[in-house]
């Protein structure tokens, strides 16, 4: 991609002078007249390089020298004028300038610095990038489970391309510490890591949240505003939950997969995007794309690789090390009672690895001591022990011994949701927060266990 040079100068002849002349060399090049219009440009492009005059009305060139390499530390700054001096000149070298010209402006040097400025930059952004590789670790991919090794193994080969990547497993699973870990290890680490829940922002502001607006676009556009497109150029933009973004929605993502250009709400200029893309969901989409719910063409757009994060209840060998990792992060010490290692991996952590980090700070806020027992770990995850209600489930517990792992973990599951959702009144949205899934999860399982929920006349009463 071309780099992109902005001129800040309040004299016509020089802005059209330079621009001409940097076109020539195939740079994209944006011009302003002051450095209020320069710094609100700025805040629209990706730019490269800024040629700023000193003498500005309005907002001078030091001071936005100042406002820019406070904002823009990245970009590098020419400073122009005809009537410098040596303490001026000085002053903005201090200040972080690459280099200072005076007028009248020579062709030659105008094509050397802005060589030598974008060779700079570049030689920068790779340093940059060799010392994040060289600190990068792998203590964000918690576990020793096989399923968490292969995921490792995943990431460091995903890392290293730009290929879109789809993410798929159950709520709380992990999905987006997997996303950060890819964009850490890629060579985009350095630049921004921006991610959207498509699931909770409404259908009418998906579009305004992907690709902006600008100001007038509707009735709330009080000002023009950058999308998640913009904001994540040349870094990674992490599409959560993108099985429930809008068939509308799905039609722009993908255009822009194929173009790499958008156009914001109400606006008719086409902006360059370079972003990865990595998007993840708890949904199966290709059945969503047998039932017309997600396209077709743009699931196999993102699914060029494939990382699935199994629940935590697979992979139990992870719950020690994770829950230890939690609480360290809290600094707090606890050492496990005698069974309640074997309570924390009967537990079926409907929740998964969100609900173990909630269990952690439960412990940190309300458990006093450093051992944890049994009848502690019942009271923070509010589930009654084995041990203590044989004579409730006695029969229920003789029925276990008759089935196989999956159809035991299933017959739980159906018991636990039932109980759930009699507890909190039938009401589906009080028993997803309660068990720590999203309601379009819930409604999923008691659909496949046959569980009758709310009608809608009755839902509607739900407070």
């Known amino acids: 991609m071309m780099s992109a040079i902005l001129i800040i100068d309040d004299e016509p002849g020089i802005r059209h002078t330079l621009a001409s002349i940097l076109e020539d060399e195939k740079y994209k090049v944006f011009t302003a007249e002051d450095a209020v219009t320069g710094i609100e440009l700025l805040n629209n492009e990706i730019i490269d390089i800024v040629f700023l005059d000193v003498l500005l009305p309005r907002l001078g060139g ?21 009537h410098a001096n040596i ?30 400025a974008i060779a700079i ?3 920068k952004e790779e340093n940059k990038k060799l010392r994040k ?18 995921i490792r ?36 680490f350095d630049n921004p890591f921006v991610d959207v829940n498509c699931a909770a922002i409404p259908d009418a502001l998906i579009e305004s949240e992907l690709f902006g607006h600008e100001k007038g676009a509707f009735t709330d556009a009080v000002s023009s505003r950058k999308g998640r497109f913009e904001l994540a150029h040349r870094g990674t933009l992490f599409l959560d939950e993108i099985g429930d973004m809008s068939l509308s929605a799905q039609a722009k993502v993908l255009r822009v997969i194929q173009e790499q250009k958008i156009e914001r709400l109400g606006g008719e200029k086409t902006i360059d995007t370079d972003v990865r893309i990595i998007a993840a969901t708890n949904q199966d989409l290709e059945k969503a ?23 935590l209840r697979e992979r139990l060998e992870d719950i020690p090390l994770l829950l230890h990792h939690f609480l360290e992060q809290l600094k707090k010490e606890i050492t496990l009672g005698e069974g309640a290692h074997e309570f924390l991996m009967s537990h079926d952590w409907p929740g998964n690895v969100r609900e173990l980090k909630n269990l952690a700070e439960r412990i940190n806020v309300m458990h006093q001591g450093n051992v944890i027992t049994v009848d502690d770990l019942e009271k923070l995850l509010d589930k009654k022990s084995k041990k203590t209600s044989n004579t409730e489930h006695a029969g229920f517990n003789e029925n276990l011994n008759n089935l196989n792992f999956n159809e035991a973990r299933e017959n739980f599951e159906k018991n636990y949701l039932e109980f759930q959702l009699s507890k909190n009144n039938g009401i589906i949205s009080r ?32 407070p």
């Open 62 to 82: 030091i001071e936005a020298l100042e406002k820019i390499r406070k904002e823009w530390p990245a970009i590098e700054i020419i400073m122009i004028s005809g």
């Open 133 to 150: 590789c060289s600190k990068f670790t792998d203590d964000n991919l918690i576990g020793s489970s096989a399923a968490i090794r292969n």
């Open 289 to 311: 794309c047998e039932e017309g719910r997600f396209r077709r063409d743009l699931f196999f757009r993102l699914n060029v690789i494939n990382i699935h994060v199994p629940p």
């Open 153 to 188: 193994e995943l990431v460091k080969q995903a890392a290293e391309s730009d290929a879109r990547i789809m993410i798929t497993g159950e709520n709380g699973a992990g999905k987006e510490v997997i996303a950060r870990a890819i964009h850490q290890r890629s060579g985009r």
């Open 431 to 462: 028993t997803a927060e309660a068990i720590g899934i999203y309601p379009s999860n819930l409604h999923a399982k008691l659909k496949k266990y046959n569980i009758p929920v709310l009608s809608k006349k009755s839902s509607k009463q739900e």
């Open 121 to 123: 930059k570049k030689l």
């Open 87 to 116: 303490d001026m000149a000085v002053r903005a070298v201090k200040l972080g300038v690459f280099d200072f010209l005076e007028k009248p402006l020579s062709l030659d040097r105008i094509l050397t610095i802005c060589r030598n």
